[in-house]
Nanobody, 121 residues
Framework: QVQLVESGGGLVQEGGSLRLSCAAS????????MGWYRQAPGKQRELVER???????NYADSVKGRFTISRDNAKNTVALQMNSLQPEDTAVYYC???????????????WGQGTQVTVSS
């Protein structure tokens, strides 16, 4: 089992910044990818940004140039720096990790409990 503990989030005015952090703990061999998804009311959960083993990243076009993901492999943490926040960024943000386990071929996916980000106009 893997636990993902998120911190950060909250209420910010349009144009402001927030930083989300997520720490992974538990039993796994390696983390293949780690990142953030978000879900706004009435919408499907979507990828915000994730970092794959190494430094390769995937991100939503809507956050390009505004959000930056970083990962500390030694501490099994990932952070999302969110700048120039807009009301449409309002959502519950979920940490996500895909891990490899010793003795298993497949990878396992885990989610954090979610943290609310609200951007007021």
């Amino acid at each position: 089992q893997v636990q993902l503990v998120e911190s950060g989030g909250g209420l910010v005015q349009e144009g402001g910044s927030l930083r989300l952090s997520c720490a992974a703990s538990g039993s796994f061999f390696s983390i293949n990818s780690m990142g953030w998804y978000r879900q706004a009311p009435g919408k499907q959960r979507e990828l915000v940004e994730r970092i794959i083993s190494g430094s390769s990243t995937n991100y939503a076009d809507s956050v390009k140039g505004r959000f930056t993901i970083s990962r500390d492999n030694a501490k099994n943490t990932v952070a999302l720096q969110m700048n120039s926040l807009q009301p449409e960024d309002t959502a519950v943000y979920y940490c996500n990790a895909k891990v490899a386990v010793v003795g298993r071929v497949r990878e396992y996916e885990y989610w954090g409990q979610g943290t609310q980000v609200t951007v007021s106009s």
